[in-house]
């Protein structure tokens, strides 16, 4: 256990490197290459923010993360572990489904991201539930705004690899060690990746093990045993998160996602 002022644990991503050389003498890892193209950084919005008073917002919680990279001006967040300022010069993770205030006394001015980081089909930023906060340097924040000024594709590329510097950041130097959920992740990579791309309010556990040839009963328990919850709520806590980002990024009607998502009744899903 860190003892109090100690940097977070971060433990490799691999558990072993798996380096050949091939015919041509080139030196390979295999297993790293693999485990990149696992990784999914998706910026759902992002934006240069001005606001005042009318920005306060109380019990949100998101279903993607927040990065704030603070510009002028000042405000804060209430969370369960107490006040966080929001001060220029910083830049803060507010990750997925952790409850905070948003507050500011009089103005407020920030760049934002709202991403998700997924491994093998994982949100690995989902239940920390509690905020970060790390020196915001010039010169990152300086590229953010002057390749969001630009709309060409070495623009949007590096965007995207601004956002996931920043993530990596955080993962370095302020997040608690997260290889146990990575490795859990990869375990069922096949599961996961067959949810996401058939996530539907009648898939169910049964559905997935029998279109990937794996036996039902064994991988049920398994299943239970290494993430605490059974196949069908793991299921239906998706169908949740996938529905409520649909609400808050979409401009389409309940009804709409309702049928999107395999309900037949709409005033079931509503009460989800």
């Given at each position: 256990?860190?003892?109090?002022?100690?940097?977070?644990?971060?433990?490799?991503?691999?558990?072993?490197?798996?380096?050949?050389?091939?015919?041509?003498?080139?030196?390979?890892?295999?297993?790293?290459?693999?485990?990149?193209?696992?990784?999914?950084?998706?910026?759902?919005?992002?934006?240069?923010?001005?606001?005042?008073?009318?920005?306060?917002?109380?019990?949100?919680?998101?279903?993607?993360?927040?990065?704030?990279?603070?510009?002028?001006?000042?405000?804060?967040?209430?969370?369960?572990?107490?006040?966080?300022?929001?001060?220029?010069?910083?830049?803060?993770?507010?990750?997925?489904?952790?409850?905070?205030?948003?507050?500011?006394?009089?103005?407020?001015?920030?760049?934002?991201?709202?991403?998700?980081?997924?491994?093998?089909?994982?949100?690995?930023?989902?239940?920390?539930?509690?905020?970060?906060?790390?020196?915001?340097?010039?010169?990152?924040?300086?590229?953010?705004?002057?390749?969001?000024?630009?709309?060409?594709?070495?623009?949007?590329?590096?965007?995207?690899?601004?956002?996931?510097?920043?993530?990596?950041?955080?993962?370095?130097?302020?997040?608690?060690?997260?290889?146990?959920?990575?490795?859990?992740?990869?375990?069922?990579?096949?599961?996961?990746?067959?949810i996401e791309h058939h996530l539907s309010?009648?898939?169910?556990?049964?559905?997935?093990?029998?279109?990937?040839?794996?036996?039902?009963?064994?991988?049920?328990?398994?299943?239970?045993?290494?993430?605490?919850?059974?196949?069908?709520?793991?299921?239906?806590?998706?169908?949740?998160?996938?529905?409520?980002?649909?609400?808050?990024?979409?401009?389409?009607?309940?009804?709409?996602?309702?049928?999107?998502?395999?309900?037949?009744?709409?005033?079931?899903?509503?009460?989800?």
């Amino acid at each position: 256990m860190e003892k109090p002022g100690e940097p977070l644990r971060q433990e490799p991503l691999r558990q072993s490197d798996q380096f050949w050389t091939d015919s041509r003498g080139i030196r390979r890892n295999q297993q790293l290459t693999r485990q990149l193209n696992l990784i999914d950084i998706e910026i759902l919005d992002h934006g240069y923010f001005i606001g005042d008073l009318q920005w306060n917002q109380f019990n949100v919680m998101s279903p993607f993360g927040r990065i704030y990279y603070m510009i002028a001006d000042r405000g804060y967040l209430e969370t369960e572990q107490g006040r966080m300022d929001l001060l220029p010069g910083h830049m803060y993770l507010i990750p997925p489904y952790t409850r905070v205030n948003l507050r500011t006394d009089r103005r407020i001015e920030k760049f934002y991201f709202h991403v998700t980081l997924k491994y093998a089909g994982v949100d690995v930023l989902e239940g920390i539930n509690r905020c970060f906060c790390l020196p915001l340097d010039d010169r990152l924040l300086s590229d953010v705004i002057a390749t969001f000024s630009g709309s060409s594709l070495p623009d949007l590329l590096q965007l995207r690899a601004l956002t996931s510097l920043t993530l990596s950041e955080f993962l370095r130097r302020s997040l608690p060690d997260l290889s146990q959920r990575l490795a859990l992740a990869s375990t069922y990579r096949e599961v996961n990746a067959y949810i996401e791309h058939h996530l539907s309010a009648s898939l169910t556990g049964r559905d997935v093990c029998q279109a990937l040839g794996l036996p039902y009963e064994s991988v049920r328990r398994s299943f239970r045993h290494d993430n605490a919850i059974t196949f069908n709520q793991y299921i239906k806590g998706r169908l949740i998160q996938e529905a409520s980002k649909q609400l808050l990024l979409t401009d389409l009607t309940i009804q709409q996602i309702a049928a999107g998502l395999g309900f037949s009744d709409e005033f079931y899903f509503s009460r989800l």
